[in-house]
Each structure stands twice: as C-alpha cells, then as structure tokens.
C-alpha cells in the first residue's frame, strides 16, 4: 500500500438523547435486545459492522428497504413506526419517483406496551392480502417498534396465496440505507428459495434463457445489464436478474443463476442465501479497462468457459473501452465518497479516464467482494476508507486540496463554502452507465464541466468576501457578538423540555 496520509477518524459519536429519530442508540438497542430481538441484532452486528459513528449520517436506513419493495410489481409495503418518521420515509420515497401508496399502522404509548400494535399489524395485513393484486406484503418495524420487540416473525408466513414478509429494519441496527436494501432482498430470497426446494415456481415473465445466466446483485443504471449481457454473449452466457428484482418471480431466476456477480459487494445476506443455493460469487465489475478485463476472465473461469471464448470477448470490448477512455479525458485531482456501494468501481473509471483520485470514502464496509478494487486503487496512491464519516472527507477535502470534490449532500455543501467545485455522487454520478464500453466516458462531460467551474466559484468568493459566516453573515453597520453562553442555556432547557415531554407520554 502506497504512503498516503491517513484520514483521522472519530472515535465516537457524542449521544445527543431527544434530539433526533435515532437518539438514545444505546438505550433503544438495549430495550431491543430485552425483547426477543437480540438474534436478529446479532445477526445485523455481524453482517453490517457499524463505523466510527453508532448511528447513520446519511438518510434512515429503513429507506433501503422501502425503495425496494416500492420498486417491485405486484408489492405491497406496511410501515410501522413513529408518525414522523414515516412521513419523512414516504416523503423521500415519493421525491424518488415512487407511484405508489406505503401502508402506515400507527400506534401510541397503550398499543405499544398492550401487544396491540402487533394485532393492529396482523389485521392490516390479513385486509391487505389480495391475491388479485399482490404476489408478497413486506412489513417493516422501524426503530420503535423494533426496540419494543414487536414479533413480526409470528405474522403468518402466507395469507389467500399472498406471501408475508416481515422485517426490522431499526437505524440503531443498520448502518446504511444501502444496507437496508439487502435487509429485504436477503429476506425475498430466503423466502423464493424455500418455495423453489420445495416445488416447481413460476417462469420468468420473459421465459427462461437458453443459456447459462449471471445474476448482477446491486441496484445498477438501467444500461448497464444489457451492455454486460453484449459482453457476455461471445461466451455463451447472457444477463440474469439484477438483485434486487423488479418482481417476485425473477428472484427463482436469480437463484438459478450459476454465478452470482457481487458488483455492489456490501449485500453481504444476500449472498448467503446465493451460497445456500450452491452458487458462486464473483467479486468487482466490468469497469474501465482492466477492470473489465479481469472481470470478464473471473466470470469465464466461475463458468467453466473456455479461454479462447473468453479471449473473443476481449478482443472485441476492450478496443472500445479504451478507445472511449482516450476521447473523453479527465484531468484533475479528486476526492470522492458517497453512500451508494458504488464507491469504489466509479474511482477506478475516473482513474482510468485520466484523473487523479486521491481518497475515496463508502459508507459501507468493507468485504472480501470488493478487496480487488480496494488492492487496485491503493497500489496507485489512493486512500480507500470504508464505513467513512462526514468528518473523514472533509479531513480529506482539506489534506488533498482537490479540483474536484464528488459526495454526499454535507461534503458538497463543505467544499462550495471553501470554493471548490462539487457533484452530489448520487443524482450526478451513480445515475448514470458505468459497465463496459457505455461507461467508459460517460463520466467526463460531467465532470470536466465541474471542473472548469473554479472560475465562477473565484469569482463569487472575492464578490462575497468579506460578509462573514455563521451568526456574523451579513453585512452589518457592526459585526454582532457571539454568545455561545446564551446557545448552551437554551440548548439545556430544550433538552429538558423534550425529556419532560417524553416522560409526560410515558406516563
């Protein structure tokens, strides 16, 4: 590993009680783990490791879960949850272009504590489960709920024909919404591979592939399967489902798959269950030149597939790839995090296209599927940080001093404050195709137009120079005075207040 400097990290998060959804981490998870759900928190602890932080920095993790079973065709999804986490869950849902309706079942302080909420839950689903327009209802426990021990494994696991999928999905137990999507996908597949063991199940609506399939396991740009299956043709293979599917039936056709392709690797339940099913897991992407190079010969030795129709493949995308990779170069140094699992393929395609990355954050943690781009990345001067802060990129921002910061909404707003050109990883550079030879390019209009923005951000930091931060922005006759004792004194009685408040409802 190359001598970069190393990103500090913090150690511990300050617990802040009362003052979010996710406040009092300890105290739910320990209310949790005394009501019957120290298995399922063990199990999260040992799938998805928590960071330097004991709660998520990026939106409620229960979100993951929710867009995948919004996603899919013939899917009814229940909430239960506090109110205000449920309409902040749908409202995000919504902006996401969900088109349809998420079940809510309330609940207070009586319900709750009387095993009420759990029969409120059960008549939900038992007046929800028409076979005529659902294939499975997915019911999600967040925080509450989960903590009070909520026993959604005691739902029936079918009602008329409709298959019953209960989940708790607490952000004191899941780190990242990312993770949360595999929550629920690990959970489909459990569920499709029992029934598969058990009988024969439905065809794909699209009929079955004549050849051996691959299933691509991470949410990816639409694009991007159908290059791959090009790429896969000159060896006899073709594309299977993406995980997480778009309907029920295409969860058999994943596990039919022969080779499982981890291209977002942190869906660490869900390949379990492909390993239960007896199949193989193939690690990194066909991103760039190398590393489609590497992948496609990874895929052909999982397969059993001969060298030379490996080799006609090469011969026929590497070309291309390159070829796209010299048109659209990027120049520029750069730093990059985000939360989509993405991370690190889209550091190896800037790389490629002639970037200098000098850090790239994940929220997600590392696994043994995404150690060949981890080893990739290192061995050319980049510092990869899984399970990284908001703190450790904007250390990085601040160490490396890039042309370019690519990440989450906070670092964005961190860079423009400082001047620097900045893209949200998500809307502008996720959304859009990595794989193969549509990849290969398609990030430098983007990005080359960031990074001739330095000019305008110059021209707007000398322009407001001068009109201060924080409590002093503006322009003043005098500048005001801070007063951090005054802060502290209405922060306290806030905090007081809210306690008093909760204890009111408790009791």
Known sequence: MSQSKIIPIQAEAVAQDGLGCHSGAEKLLAAAQASNKSEILGQYAQDYPKGPHDQPQSMCP?????????????????????????????????????????????????????????????DA???EANPELYDAIVIINLCVPTASGVPLQLLPKEINGVRIIGIDVPGFGVPTHAEAKDVLASAMLRYA?????????SAPRNGVSDKPTITLLGEMFPVDPVGIGMMLDPMGLAVGPVVPTREWRELYQALDSKVVAAIHPFYTASIREFEAA????????????????????????????????????????????????????????????????????????????????????????????????????????????????????????????PDLVIGTTPIVQKAKEAAIPSLYFTNLISARPLMGAAGAGSLAQVINSALGNQARFDTMKEFFEG???????????????????????????????????KAEEMG
Request: glycine residues 10%; hydrophobic residues 35%; proline residues 4%.
């Open 125 to 127: 689903v038992y007046k």
């Open 193 to 201: 591979r029992g029934e598969a063991e058990s009988g024969p199940v």
């Open 278 to 401: 007896g199949r193989t897991i193939v690690g990194s992407a066909p991103i760039g030149y190398e590393g489609t190079a590497a992948w496609l010969d990874s895929i052909g030795e999982a397969c059993g597939i001969p060298q030379s129709k490996v080799g006609i493949s090469k011969d026929k995308f590497l070309p291309l790839i390159k070829a796209a990779l010299a048109a659209k170069p990027i120049k520029g140094r750069i730093t990059m995090s985000g939360y989509e699992g993405s991370e690190l393929l889209v550091a190896r395609l800037l790389i490629e296209s002639g970037a200098e990355v000098k850090y790239v954050g994940t929220a997600c943690p590392k696994t043994i599927w995404s150690s060949a781009d981890q080893d990739w990345l290192e061995s050319r001067g980049v510092h990869v940080q899984y399970r990284a802060s908001l703190e450790q990129d904007v250390a990085a921002m601040h160490e490396f001093k």
């Open 62 to 122: 229960a979100f993951g879960s929710l867009r995948v079973g919004l996603r899919m065709r013939r899917t009814a999804t229940i909430l239960s949850g506090s109110a205000c986490c449920v309409y902040g869950l749908t409202f995000t849902s919504h902006f996401y272009g969900a088109r349809r309706s998420v079940g809510y079942v309330p609940f207070n302080s009586e319900s709750l504590v009387t095993g009420k909420l759990f029969e409120d839950i059960r």
């Open 467 to 501: 009109v201060g931060t924080g409590y002093s922005a503006g322009v003043w006759d005098a500048v005001p005075v801070d007063h951090p004792d005054f802060r502290a004194e209405t922060r306290r009685r806030n905090e007081k207040a809210q306690k008093k408040r």
